[in-house]
């Protein structure tokens, strides 16, 4: 059963760099129908998608991020990470990794987020 | 971006009881809509992908409908462990973009 799990530090200074990798057990991370995605969670509000990952290294971005993300894979550790620079209070929120699956329907093909890592608070405080 | 909107907010109902959340989407998205289940503190679960396909394992009491800009997401007789908050997704461009969530509480 695949599972994701988040890691890094919880707790970050006002302009430093937010930097939290996804392990990947159960699976491979070479997975050629799968992409690898982080999204967040401010408290008490809802789902923000930051960006996605192929094993291949190419990278898809929301353009609300893009200038302080990155996203990096390691397939040797079955690992991608996440860094978002210049951080302010207002990217406190619990992170999550997940995977962005497709199914195929004849011509069309459907995305989906499915499983998800449990999630790890990322607080943005001096 | 396409932005997606729920309702009702927020709803309380009883078990047993039928619910239907509605999510609309700013522009046409086809079938590309997804649901998810969220429990307070927990990661939010794939229910429904691709509109209407039910994900293995959720219980066949979910159900998902719709196309174009409305969709809705039913769930026929709640049971316990449905009082959640649930979210639509649109899958059909970048970014990828979410509702603003729907809680369901017990009545």
């Known amino acids: 059963q695949l599972q994701l799990q988040e890691s890094g530090p919880g707790l970050v200074k006002p302009s430093e760099t937010l930097s939290l990798t996804c392990t990947v057990s159960?699976?491979?991370?070479?997975?050629?129908?799968?992409?690898w995605g982080w999204i967040r969670q401010p408290p008490g509000m809802g789902l923000e998608w930051i960006g996605s990952?192929?094993?291949?290294?190419?990278?898809y971005y929301n353009p609300s991020l893009k200038s302080r993300v990155t996203i990096s894979v390691d397939t040797s550790k079955n690992q991608f990470s996440l860094k978002l620079i210049s951080v302010t209070a207002a990217d406190t929120a619990v992170y999550y990794c997940?995977?962005?699956?497709?199914?195929?329907?004849?011509?069309?093909?459907?995305?989906?987020?499915?499983?998800w890592g449990q999630g790890t608070l990322v607080t943005v405080s001096s | 971006d396409i932005q997606m909107t729920q309702s009702p907010s927020s709803l309380s109902a009883s078990v047993g009881d039928r619910v239907t959340i509605t999510c609309r989407a700013s522009?046409?998205?086809?079938?590309?809509l997804n649901w998810y289940q969220q429990k307070p503190g927990k990661a939010p679960k794939l229910l429904i992908y691709?509109?209407?396909s039910l994900q293995s394992g959720v219980p066949s009491r979910f159900s998902g409908g719709g196309s174009g800009t409305d969709f809705t997401l039913t769930i026929s007789s709640l049971q316990p462990e449905d009082f959640a908050t649930y979210y639509c997704?649109?899958?059909?461009?970048?970014?990828?973009?979410f509702g603003q969530g729907t809680k369901v509480e017990i009545k």
């Open positions: 997940a995977r962005r699956g497709s199914t195929i329907f004849g011509v069309v093909v459907r995305y989906w987020f499915d499983p």
């Open positions: 159960g699976g491979s991370i070479s997975s050629s129908n799968y992409y």
């Open positions: 522009q046409s998205i086809s079938g590309y």
């Open positions: 990952i192929y094993y291949s290294g190419s990278t």
């Open positions: 997704q649109q899958s059909y461009s970048t970014p990828w973009t």
């Open positions: 691709a509109a209407s």
